[in-house]
Antibody
């Protein structure tokens, strides 16, 4: 069965960077795209970007274009999301999520979420 | 960017009632590339529909999705206690965006 297991909670100071990992299993890693979505406390879902786990190409939301980097490590089946220049507004739960099928952007498989807290 | 506007923001209903949630897009969503999600507190979202009306695995048939172009709806024919949650629509026609959500609460 498809499983996405994310790294643990992080506490960062403003201006720092955070790198969240998402380890996939139960399917052929390189055959799908992975999304990153975040959710601030009490707020809605916000799409951050997507990575092709096969080719490694990425597309980022314009909002995060200058601060986010998504990468993948094919041998371990792990994707990473790094967000830099953190500010308090970046405090949120960050999710990785896999598409239902190649090129179909709906996401039925989600990681458990990683809480990133930005505080001085 | 396609902006999705969900209405109403909050609905207070009783178990057994029928409910229709709306998702309106600022531009046409081609190929009905729209999904619906349910989210409960402390949990990741759960996919209900993709392609506007294709029910995801394990979703009860009291849920239905419809619509095309700029207007989409999610209907729950008879509310069960476990259906009280927040519902989001998402388009994947041009990049990806989510609506702001509709909270369905028990009256």
């Amino acid at each position: 069965q498809v499983q996405l297991v994310q790294s643990g909670a992080e506490v960062k100071k403003p201006g720092a960077s955070v790198k969240v990992s998402c380890k996939a299993s139960g399917y052929t890693f390189a055959n799908y795209y992975m999304h990153w979505v975040r959710q601030a406390p009490g707020e809605g879902l916000e799409w951050m970007g997507i990575i092709n786990c096969g080719g490694g190409d990425t597309t980022y939301s314009q909002k995060f274009q200058d601060r986010v980097t998504m990468t993948r490590d094919t041998p371990t089946g792990t994707v990473y999301m790094e967000l830099s220049s953190l500010r308090s507004e970046d405090t949120a739960v960050y999710y990785c999520a896999r598409e239902v099928a190649l090129g179909v952007g709906a996401v039925p498989y989600w990681g458990q979420g990683t809480l990133v807290t930005v505080s001085s | 960017e396609i902006v999705l506007t969900q209405s109403p923001g909050t609905l207070s209903l009783s178990p057994g009632e029928r409910v229709t949630l709306s998702c309106r897009a600022s531009q046409s969503v081609s190929g009905r590339q729209l999904a619906w999600y349910q989210q409960k507190p402390g949990q990741a979202p759960r996919l209900l529909f993709h392609g506007a009306s294709s029910r995801a695995t394990g979703i009860p048939d009291r849920f239905s999705g419809s619509g095309s172009g700029t207007d989409f709806t999610l209907t729950i024919s008879r509310l069960e206690p476990e259906d009280f949650a927040v519902y989001y629509c998402q388009q994947y026609s041009r990049s990806y965006t989510f609506g702001q959500g509709t909270r369905l609460e028990i009256k």
